[in-house]
């Protein structure tokens, strides 16, 4: 059981990475050296982040999920528990959203077009789809909103299909998913709840899978081709990079890193070895896991107004060495308030909801 939080963990730290990387650097650097500029473009693809968070959320949900059914607080003790983790941060940033205005007088870092009670309610991803994100430091929300609104489906689907059919209505979800996404198109692809089914749902099969011990069997046995298939995954993916076919809200895209991401959580998950658990384990891919929420809800937050009351200006873009300092301050900023934040804050709203269990008395 440890040795499986720590894995994930450490994937999760691969997650977080990937989307400091897109927007701290790929997002951010304007160079004058093409050798440089090559090298950042490798990051193109640290958008993609989320959608390992996806798999991993879909993967881990939905276990907890099928192993707590059929309990009597099967809905209040996941309702309770997510609250817990998820809304105590999320409100302290949305505090920052209304109080802050009071205090700098800046449109630039406040003037929003998405509305505020969107992002009470965990709709602000429909809004942003005609505002093209909203403002800057606040957008990437909207992976939250498209968490939020799979948490209010998955609960009931779970409760009331059996597997089989749990599984159809999964394929037949993720199937849909590419459909969705070619007919919003752009940005709407990207952020829409069911264009973006695949990634989740595609986790969510592998921990159903994982709960039948004969397709378990199975994967084990065909360790080979699953380790295959993801080297294939991986290279393809260089290729969109190289190619630059590969964007926020494209298609195929968006499948390809669905099943990559998939295929990479089964091989960490299923075959473990001392190489590969070395490399995920460790303690600092662990420690960026593990502290991975509080790092991506305020990492932008770090950026903008680090730029902003350094350098005065709103860009985070870095053409030189003081900008780029003022983005590491930003860095270190982010990660400083991650370690404050999970040890005095978001800990004890963890530890409090240990307290609500799964009752194992069935309803009759």
């Not at 609250?83 to 505090?95: A, D, F, K, V």
């Not at 800046?106 to 602000?124: A, E, H, R």
């Not at 264009?195 to 899978?209: D, E, K, P, Y």
């Not at 870095?318 to 270190?332: D, G, H, K, M, R």
Request: aromatic share 18%.
């Amino acid at each position: 059981m440890t040795n499986r939080i720590k894995i994930i963990d450490g994937i999760r730290g691969i997650a977080i990475l990937l989307v400091i990387a897109y927007h701290y650097v790929f997002g951010n650097a304007v160079l004058d050296s093409p050798l440089a500029n090559k090298l950042i473009k490798f990051l193109n693809l640290g958008w993609s982040g989320v959608d390992l968070f996806f798999v991993l959320s879909g993967f881990l949900i939905v276990g907890i999920l099928l192993d707590s059914k059929g309990s009597n607080t099967y809905f209040s003790t996941f309702y309770i528990r997510r609250g817990l983790r998820i809304l105590p941060l999320y409100y302290i940033l949305l505090l920052l959203y209304l109080i802050l205005p009071e205090f700098i007088l800046n449109d630039d870092l406040f003037k929003d077009s998405v509305p505020f009670w969107s992002y009470l309610s965990f709709t602000q991803n429909f809004f942003m789809i005609r505002h093209n994100f909203g403002l800057g430091w606040i957008a990437i929300t909207w992976s939250l909103a498209v968490e939020e609104q799979f948490y209010l489906l998955l609960p009931a689907l779970i409760w009331k299909l059996d597997k089989k059919n749990l599984v159809y209505t999964f394929l037949v979800l993720i199937t849909l998913a590419p459909i969705i996404c070619l007919y919003f198109s752009g940005l709407g692809g990207y952020i829409f709840p069911l264009a973006r089914s695949n990634s989740i749902l595609m986790g969510g099969l592998l921990s159903i899978a994982y709960r039948e011990k004969h397709i378990k069997s199975l994967l084990i046995e065909h360790q080979k081709i699953i380790i295959t298939l993801l080297f294939m995954f991986l290279v393809g993916a260089g290729v969109i990079i190289l190619k630059e076919i590969g964007a926020p809200g494209s298609t195929f895209t968006q499948l390809w890193l669905g099943i990559l991401y998939t295929l990479f959580l089964a091989t960490c998950t299923l075959f473990p070895n001392k190489i590969l658990s070395s490399l995920i384990e460790n303690p600092i891919l662990i420690w960026f896991g593990t502290r991975s929420y509080s790092i991506y809800l305020f990492h932008l937050f770090f950026l903008k107004f680090s730029h902003y009351f350094i350098l005065e200006k709103y860009s985070t873009e870095f053409t030189n060495w003081n900008e780029l300092y003022v983005t590491l301050i930003a860095f270190a900023l982010t990660l400083i308030a991650a370690e404050v934040s999970f040890r005095y804050f978001e800990s004890i709203f963890l530890t409090f909801g240990k307290r609500f269990q799964y009752k194992t008395e069935k309803i009759s």
